[in-house]
């Protein structure tokens, strides 16, 4: 039943049920340490980036770093803002936090559990570095845990960063990849010391996120229901990703899928020397939609060509028949290539947007 | 159904069938001028003020003219924007459009259906001075018509100011009175010189609004349920508002209410003399909680005590209770003041607070 919380002008942070579940489920299922008044609720992610990058340089902070490759959509919309950015190459074990530490910036936006795009997983002595630096320079570590749910690794999943070091990082996660992301439902954890900054950038943004939509996600996650789904989402799209596993190793043999069996898509690198623009090009005329890695680059140079490929919205049949389609464009390639045999019906709906 | 539209990242500017549904609806009962896509959805008025003042110091304009008396957290949070506020008077007709010229600003924000607080309704002579202003100064109009839907006069509500001026007014509705103003769901109608304008500035701010709220709200309007609430809560809140009416003519007869009949609240003028704050004092001590009117009075200098009365979410029994322990806190302050006879267990939520 919703009542006057919910219906009445909201509270700007959120609805108190919703905080109270979050930061219960966010201990429980991300290890992340935080209590109800520390949680912020957003409209996506997309808004806690808005108001972080507004709340950056009220702290002296007009930079600040991303990691490269990264999310070009994430790059543009924070130098909309006004912020600066600056590209941190990211390596087998994630940011690099040598070249973090040389760039100056006191502020850093990374995804630890699935690096975006490459999809690595930030290693236990890469976040213990990236911690550190934090606290040397006294700097903010901003962590986008976008699919964090989803992780197919025997092992266990790593807690979130924010774990580490709760005073220095503004945890942020999402319904997008959990549920969808039409509910713009997305919430911050954030640390004492910026928490009157934010709410009162918030409140001069709106007066709060929709009232209904926050009760029905505070009953998902406190009936069990959220956690349910979850698991039937998440052999669902692991079934996929080892159906598309099977399907590179098979077709595109000189391919490799690189980083942890975890989120919604996979990062193939190519063999040098493979045009990517070509290949993603000859791959829609087959009704395939991949993106090159070139998309993610941020800095120049030349690196390994790879493709960024989503299956969170395909049928298993269909990411076979899509991986088959990148092999017959990548034989175009080819000295003696084939012709295309056929068009496939297939469109894939890939890249992870802004949370 | 929800499909891609309302479930993938939606549009920033709203669901096409939710504008495309708020164009014909505002076209049907406000007289509004617009196309779908000129209508924008926001987080309710909040997000498009929010917006506007962050839009109009990049056309040169710096202050906003506001209605006196008027909306004080309206006028806040305005100020909190960076935007420079100038009050300027209220009379019978509207709000004073020589002393808008004079003050030299080229922005104004007024409530022409149901003026917040004073109840008037703007004169169809100073709707058209308004606009020559507006033309002549290459002005914008902001009409937060933010109880539109409530009129219970005999004569026709007149349509919205914008229907006279579409391209120097940007007119704001919301659900926030019409429904709750938990769903945190409001809309601009954006003149076209506007429009790229505020769309780059929403994209900065969020990607835009709850695509399950915005396809349920489409649906409420589309099927005519919006049409058949508004009758059954306009013939509720008219009740109420001549049951406030005969209490206050039997109990307080040295009071006036003035403006039209129509919206959620009553503004009471009370006679000289009358000692506001110790009267507004008085009736909390006996539950009854009403604002007065100073405190919506923007310029200084001393002006006629009244109260501001919400009748929304009152019964009838307690609107006449309410209404005599006002008598009774107002007999405090007369000559010969009988004692309370008793505290009434009556709690009056009022105030319409920012769509």
Chains 1, 2 share one sequence.
Not at 179 to 204: A, E, M, Y
Not at 209 to 221: K, N, V
Not at 226 to 238: A, E, P, T
């Amino acid at each position: 039943m919703a009542g006057t919380a919910e219906l009445d002008y909201p509270l700007v942070n959120g609805l108190p049920a919703l905080r109270e579940a979050l930061a219960g489920y966010l201990g429980r299922v991300r290890n992340a340490r935080t209590t109800p008044d520390r949680v912020m609720v957003t409209a996506g992610f997309a808004q806690g980036l808005s108001l972080l990058c507004e709340a950056l340089p009220l702290l002296g902070i007009r930079t600040l770093a991303l990691e490269d490759p990264g999310h070009s959509g994430q790059r543009r919309f924070i130098e909309q803002s006004g912020m600066h950015t600056v590209p941190i190459p990211v390596d087998a074990e994630g940011i690099d936090v040598d070249r973090l530490r040389e760039s100056g910036v006191r502020a850093v936006l990374v995804t630890p559990a699935h690096q975006f795009p490459t999809g690595i997983t930030m290693s236990p002595q890469r976040r213990r570095q990236l911690v550190d630096w934090a606290e040397q320079v006294d700097g903010l570590i901003i962590e986008d845990d976008y699919d964090g749910e989803f992780w197919f690794e025997p092992h266990p999943r790593p807690s979130a960063l924010q774990s580490l070091a709760p005073g220095h990082t503004v945890y942020a996660g999402t319904a997008s990849k959990t549920l969808v992301p039409g509910l713009r439902l997305g919430w911050l954890v954030i640390p004492d010391h910026l928490s009157h900054l934010l709410t009162r950038i918030r409140s001069r943004h709106d007066l709060g996120s929709d009232g209904i939509t926050q009760r029905a996600f505070a009953e998902l996650i406190n009936t069990g229901m959220l956690d349910r789904h979850l698991r039937r989402v998440r052999s669902r799209y692991r079934s996929r990703r080892e159906v598309l596993l099977q399907a590179v190793a098979q077709q595109l043999p000189q391919a490799k899928v690189i980083g942890s069996s975890a989120g919604l898509h996979a990062f193939l690198q190519l063999p040098a020397g493979v045009d990517e623009s070509a290949l993603v090009a000859a791959a829609l005329r087959r009704s395939v939609l991949v993106y090159g890695a070139q998309r993610y680059q941020f800095a120049p140079g030349v690196r390994p060509a790879g493709l960024v490929v989503g299956y969170s919205s395909l049928p298993l049949a269909g990411l076979s028949a899509a991986i088959f389609a990148v092999r017959d464009a990548l034989d175009e390639q080819a000295p003696g290539a084939r012709p295309a045999l056929r068009e496939l019906p297939v469109t894939e709906r890939t890249g992870v947007l802004l949370g």
